[in-house]
Nanobody, 126 residues
Framework: EVPLVESGGGLVQPGGSLRLSCAAS????????LSWVRQAPGKGLEWVSS????????YYADSVKGRFTISRDDAKNTLYLQLESLKTEDTAIYYC???????????????????WGQGTQVTVSS
């Protein structure tokens, strides 16, 4: 069983929008801080956004602040990332990650997370 499965990626024009989803299973989702991390072609991992276990606190990288919105639905065991005003530099594989119980990580390192998804491709191009 794969603990985190992303979906919702695709090809979109600059200025467009997408909503990414991350379905979780096999762990107590509602107690975990969650994050989105991306990897652009030929570059390293970049932390994008995080949300704490209760959903009361959200955090964003400067590069996406004001354009992306992270949220969670604990009833559905699902994490979301709403992407707005997309730019070509947002092109990347987007991964969701779960830190640990009651802990939120603002990190791009896979070593800081207990669970890591397989990724979904977002391509922003005209």
């Amino acid at each position: 069983e794969v603990p985190l499965v992303e979906s919702g990626g695709g090809l979109v024009q600059p200025g467009g929008s997408l909503r990414l989803s991350c379905a979780a299973s096999g762990f107590t989702f509602k107690t975990y801080g969650l994050s989105w991390v991306r990897q652009a072609p030929g570059k390293g991992l970049e932390w994008v956004s995080s949300i704490n276990f209760s959903g009361s606190r959200t955090y964003y990288a400067d590069s996406v602040k004001g354009r992306f919105t992270i949220s969670r639905d604990d009833a559905k065991n699902t994490l979301y990332l709403q992407l707005e005003s997309l730019k070509t530099e947002d092109t990347a594989i987007y991964y969701c990650a779960a830190a640990s119980a009651y802990l939120t990580k603002l990190s791009s390192s896979r070593d800081d997370y207990e669970h890591w998804g397989q990724g979904t491709q977002v391509t922003v191009s005209s």
